[in-house]
């Protein structure tokens, strides 16, 4: 019974002293942006206090002169009625006044908003790029590793099989901290002001790896109009070229190749899109590649190149792997 009453009478006339709910107040309503300044207004209790405790006096003492004609009780009564109302009726008064002020207040913060990230910009991309640039550089690099299998091979002793796998999982270990502590400084400095220019989106709220975060480099710095990073640029189209060639079969059938040519197509005309922004003296390597349709054929030819597509991936990523060597 005590929960009920509190449910259904307590808190729907005391809802302005509960706390407000945590959002943004350019995505609130205009009745939500109302209520969130009057539990504001309650909670800080200087003007708010000021202007209930006036409107608690006056009101019972207009009702006590209005109502001298009548007895003694029933004068009393309303009275306090009058108190009580008066009282409640603040914080709603003060909701709907806000709620008339919310399209206009919500346009402003917009704005300022806009001012704030306008004059963020021009160091925000070259900041941002700069900070993605160390945390490449804090990633273990420990050249050419040895594969460990489940048992020792080729002559290798169990003893070296096994440093050799407990040597990876330090590396990977160190790369998985590497990366977490990334992930943490991104949303302490930069996840704020990126969502701002970049807008809501998953790799923007939630970047996992290095890699992901170069992407948000790319992207931030072609959303101000600057140069993105080269290197960055290239290293994205790199591990694309190299996802799209693990996806391409040894011995695919025509119609795996006829499904796979255009993505082909496209990633050659990416790669030397991008190599002319970052690395133009790579570009003749590019198109010095001959391209190879098969898929127009009955069926595929028995001598020659087994993977003609993945081939040509691979010498793709070739010419690419080199320009980010001295990009």
């Known amino acids: 019974m005590r929960a009920r009453f509190r449910r259904f009478v307590v808190v729907p006339i005391l809802w302005w002293a509960k706390d407000a709910e945590q959002s943004d107040p350019r995505e609130q309503t205009a009745w939500g942006y109302g209520k969130a300044r009057s539990i504001a207004a309650a909670k800080d209790g200087r003007a708010f206090g000021l202007v209930a405790t006036v409107t608690t006096c006056a009101m019972p003492t207009g009702v006590g002169f209005a109502t001298t004609h009548l007895p003694l009780g029933a004068q009393t009564v309303l009275i306090v009625l009058a108190a009580a109302v008066g009282y409640l009726l603040v914080p709603t008064a003060w909701a709907v006044c806000n709620t008339l002020l919310a399209p206009y207040r919500q346009r402003d913060e917009a704005r300022a908003q806009l001012r ?54 330090q590396r990977r ?5 590497v990366q977490a502590k990334a992930r943490g400084e991104y949303h302490e400095r930069f996840r704020a002001r990126l969502v701002g220019v970049l807008g809501d989106t998953p790799q923007a709220q939630e970047p996992q790896t290095i890699a992901d975060l170069e992407k948000l480099s790319v992207q ?28 391409i079969p040894i011995e695919p059938t025509v119609e795996r190749r006829k499904a796979l040519e255009p993505r082909v197509d496209s990633f ?17 390597e590019l198109e010095k590649i001959p391209i190879y349709h098969p898929a127009d054929l009955d069926a595929i030819p028995l001598t020659g190149d087994p993977a003609p597509l993945r081939s040509c991936v691979q010498d793709l990523l070739k010419v690419i792997d080199s ?3 001295v990009a």
Request: aromatic share 6%; glycine share 6%; hydrophobic share 40%.
């Open 323 to 325: 320009a980010i060597k």
């Open 268 to 284: 050659r005309e990416r790669a030397v899109e991008e190599l002319s922004e970052c690395a133009p003296e790579f570009v003749s």
């Open 116 to 169: 704030e990230l306008r004059s963020d910009s021009p160091t925000l991309a070259k900041e941002f790029s700069d900070w993605v640039t160390a945390k490449r550089a804090a990633l273990p690099q420990f050249g050419m590793r040895q594969q460990a299998g489940l048992f020792a091979w080729g002559g290798m002793s169990d003893d070296t099989n096994a440093q050799i796998r407990r040597d990876n999982e």
């Open 173 to 177: 270990d160190e790369i998985a901290r």
């Open 220 to 247: 931030l710095a072609r959303a101000m109009g600057t140069p993105p990073p080269a290197k960055a640029v290239l290293r994205a189209l790199s591990r694309d070229g190299h996802s799209l060639r693990n996806e």
